[in-house]
């Protein structure tokens, strides 16, 4: 078994000067869209699976997740099991299926996904729940992307935001590095159940599970693992519309020849939502994957 950091992929970093000059703004991208599995949850991922005795692992998913712990649990000759709402990503389901992980697909109107893995949990008692984003081996995964951000000395890190994972991954990195970069998340309007948290300094969940484009952020509240170090580490939280998710979508393809989900585009969202903010400032926008159906990538650019 290779430890995580022989593992993972190290982040790419992209500067783009016609993105910089359309915008103004002193910009550089953080993609972990080469990343194994086409995200940053493989750090996570994989993190966990190497980390838990259990020979059998259960998650709940919006896609990307599971892919990643789908395939670190065939690296790791182990069984992932993995409940997914039945209108995920084709690409996704397709991902996951073919690292021959075992796939729950469910109606997330009749059902929710955490309720199914508690059912599933009681018929193999055996077997490890995990949270895509609520767990320390999550966190501790992710953090080494944070990790990475702090040898650049950037003055603010733009991360996009669903359960909290990422971010607070992100946080623990650089943190532990001893780095002053400003951490702001990214959150779709449409999900804006972190944002909300934020300003009123206590967890507030969505009443049920959003639709938003950006599907990676369609999540009914942050993690309680999560939300103490958001609430402490991170500056703000950006609300951005789904217009803006799809506007920066397709400024990454046009501009920095970069394809990614609609998750991915929301930190570059965000700056159209508040340009202003980071005006002087020496930026990072994370990218957090690039798992999106054609058909829809085709239509959104």
């Known amino acids: 078994m290779k430890p995580l950091l022989e593992t993972i992929r190290p982040t790419t970093f992209i500067e783009s000067a016609k993105l910089k000059d359309h915008l103004g703004l002193d910009i550089t991208i953080a993609t972990e869209t080469f990343q194994h599995t086409g995200s940053f949850k493989f750090r996570a991922a994989y993190n966990l699976a190497s980390n838990v005795e ?14 990643a712990l789908a395939y670190a649990c065939k690296l790791l000759g182990k069984k992932a099991v993995i ?10 389901i ?15 109107n009749k059902i929710g996904r955490n309720e199914r893995v508690e059912q599933l949990a009681a018929e193999m008692p ?35 935001v669903g359960g909290g994972g990422l971010i607070s991954g ?68 950006i609300e951005v519309s789904d217009e803006n998710i799809a506007e920066a979508l397709r400024m990454y393809f046009n501009l920095a020849n970069l394809k990614c989900e609609p998750t991915g585009a929301v930190s570059l969202g965000a700056i159209l939502e508040d340009k202003e903010r980071f005006s002087g400032k020496k930026i990072c926008l994370v990218v957090s994957g690039a798992n999106v159906d054609p058909d829809i990538y085709r239509g959104l650019i």
């Open 170 to 237: 992100v946080v623990t990195g650089l943190k532990r590095k001893g780095s002053r970069t400003e951490v702001y998340g990214c959150e779709p309007l449409l999900a804006n159940d972190a944002a909300r948290s934020f300003r009123a300094g206590e967890v507030i969940a969505n009443e049920k599970e959003p639709q938003t484009i950006a599907d990676g952020a369609r999540t009914i509240s942050l993690g309680n693992l999560n939300w103490p170090i958001i609430q402490s580490g991170v500056k703000d939280i």
């Open 94 to 108: 397709d991902a996951i299926r073919n690292y021959g992980a075992q796939l729950d697909l469910i109606d997330t």
């Open 54 to 67: 259990n020979d059998t692992i259960i998650t709940a998913s919006s896609g990307n997740f599971g892919q």
């Open 126 to 160: 055996e077997a490890y729940q995990a949270s895509a984003y609520d767990d320390q081996f999550v966190i501790d995964g992710n953090a080494t992307l944070g990790d990475e951000l702090a040898e650049h000395g950037f003055d603010a890190v733009l991360v996009p």
């Open 83 to 92: 409940v997914m709402p039945d209108t995920s990503a084709k690409v996704k």
